[in-house]
């Protein structure tokens, strides 16, 4: 793994009105690693994405993603970027081909690379047969496994996961892990949110916000002896008690 931060925020501050939804945070993400990216609902994390795509124009503070600035170079932030979303990443009425060619298009591949990205696609998923099926038809675990390869099918420098394996199984979860860890070997850097705490064991490092700040940043093993945790959702727990927002 590189050593070069890809994503780098720097007292990063949102506010809406008198209510701080970020506030001040300040960590770095290195190529290739997967970040996860922690808080209970209404902790900020959800605001603190939304600027690192540049979806969001902060208040105070700086951030760049892929060396760009999230401020000023959102533009170039985008296309250097791939996004899944829990909730919204698929056409379902689409056919799996046209889910494909649809987003492909968007992040600006060529005819000849979308047809030689759909062909891959086909073959790494095996996805045969379903090609040409719409997507609202397949289980849950092959929609997210799709979404996910949709979401880097332009070999982005970062891919930002938002509860990429809300409501799939628990070896259906395992195997869209096993994806992140290839796409990471491959040298994108994951940034990734979830609310299954020993899916926090997977990442390289964690961050947990409360109430918009950052109060815990390090390795699993490190926060785990650093609250004298068996295990991350203990660690996750002793810091969401402090928390005073709703």
Same mark, same amino acid.
């Given at each position: 793994?590189?050593?070069?931060?890809?994503?780098? +925020?720097?007292?990063?501050?949102?506010?809406?009105?008198?209510?701080?939804?970020?506030?001040?945070? &300040?960590?770095?993400? +290195?190529?290739?690693?997967?970040?996860?990216?922690?808080?209970?609902?209404?902790?900020?994390?959800?605001? +603190?994405?939304?600027?690192? %795509?540049?979806?969001?124009?902060?208040?105070?503070?700086?951030?760049?993603?892929?060396?760009?600035?999230?401020? &000023?170079?959102?533009?170039?932030?985008?296309?250097? =970027?791939?996004?899944?979303?829990?909730?919204?990443?698929?056409?379902?009425?689409?056919?799996?081909?046209?889910?494909?060619?649809?987003?492909?298009?968007?992040?600006?591949?060529?005819?000849?690379? =979308?047809?030689?990205? %759909?062909?891959?696609?086909?073959?790494?998923?095996?996805?045969?047969?379903?090609?040409?099926?719409?997507?609202?038809?397949? !289980?849950?675990?092959?929609?997210?496994?799709?979404?996910?390869?949709?979401? &880097? =099918?332009?070999?982005?420098?970062?891919?930002?996961?938002?509860? !990429?394996?809300?409501?799939?199984?628990?070896?259906?979860?395992? /195997?869209?892990?096993?994806?992140?860890?290839?796409?990471?070997?491959?040298?994108?850097?994951?940034?990734?949110?979830?609310?299954?705490?020993?899916? +926090?064991?997977? %990442?390289?490092?964690?961050?947990?916000?409360?109430?918009?700040? =950052?109060?815990?940043?390090?390795? !699993?093993? $490190?926060?785990?002896?650093?609250?004298?945790?068996?295990?991350?959702? $203990?660690?996750?727990?002793?810091?969401?008690?402090?928390?005073?927002? /709703?």
């Amino acid at each position: 793994m590189a050593t070069a931060d890809v994503i780098a +925020a720097n007292r990063l501050t949102k506010r809406f009105g008198d209510f701080t939804a970020v506030d001040a945070i &300040t960590f770095n993400v +290195a190529r290739g690693e997967i970040f996860g990216f922690l808080g209970a609902n209404g902790a900020g994390k959800s605001t +603190a994405m939304r600027m690192l %795509c540049g979806l969001s124009t902060p208040t105070s503070g700086s951030g760049t993603v892929a060396g760009y600035d999230i401020a &000023t170079q959102s533009e170039l932030v985008k296309r250097h =970027i791939g996004y899944m979303s829990q909730k919204f990443s698929l056409y379902g009425q689409l056919t799996v081909r046209q889910n494909i060619a649809l987003f492909a298009g968007i992040y600006g591949l060529k005819s000849k690379e =979308i047809k030689e990205r %759909c062909q891959a696609l086909a073959e790494s998923l095996d996805f045969t047969k379903e090609m040409d099926m719409p997507v609202a038809i397949l !289980p849950l675990g092959q929609q997210q496994k799709l979404s996910f390869s949709v979401a &880097t =099918i332009h070999n982005p420098d970062i891919v930002f996961l938002d509860e !990429p394996t809300g409501g799939v199984d628990p070896i259906t979860r395992r /195997q869209f892990w096993e994806m992140i860890y290839k796409k990471a070997e491959e040298g994108t850097t994951v940034f990734v949110t979830t609310h299954y705490m020993d899916e +926090a064991e997977y %990442c390289g490092r964690v961050s947990i916000m409360v109430d918009g700040r =950052i109060q815990a940043l390090g390795t !699993p093993s $490190e926060l785990k002896q650093e609250y004298h945790a068996r295990n991350m959702d $203990e660690v996750f727990r002793r810091l969401a008690r402090k928390a005073q927002r /709703q």
